[in-house]
Nanobody, 119 residues
Framework: VQLVESGGGSVQVGGPLRPSCAAS????????MAWYRQAPAKERELVAV???????NYADSVKERFTISRDIASDTLYLQMNGLKLEDTGMYYC??????????????WGQGTQVTVSS
């Protein structure tokens, strides 16, 4: 399974972005998909996760601002990001997970898409 992100970019504080992640290829699929991010000099963190049944969960820092969704027909994962803050800057990675809530090892990673928020 290959995951390819796109749709990152540069935006001013308060603006929106909507990166996407297209899944393709064969292989055993996981039970959840998620977005992680990694800011410079920081560890990678889980931002939002969507279990295959549709339930979602978000990091406290992005609740009420970010929305994760998935188009089943095109097998594409999205992250609608509104009200972006400087601290949202980082590399955003798409992931498919073996465990609900991505509570265990990640099955597949994308290559990442850069999001830069400026004032």
């Amino acid at each position: 399974v290959q995951l390819v992100e796109s749709g990152g970019g540069s935006v001013q504080v308060g603006g929106p972005l909507r990166p996407s992640c297209a899944a393709s290829g064969s292989g055993i699929r996981g039970v959840a998909m998620a977005w992680y991010r990694q800011a410079p000099a920081k560890e990678r963190e889980l931002v939002a996760v969507r279990n295959n049944g549709g339930t979602t969960n978000y990091a406290d820092s992005v609740k009420e601002r970010f929305t994760i969704s998935r188009d089943i027909a095109s097998d594409t994962l999205y992250l609608q990001m509104n009200g972006l803050k400087l601290e949202d800057t980082g590399m955003y990675y798409c992931a498919e997970c073996w465990y609900l809530g991505c509570s265990g090892p990640v099955a597949y990673w994308g290559q990442g898409t850069q999001v830069t928020v400026s004032s």
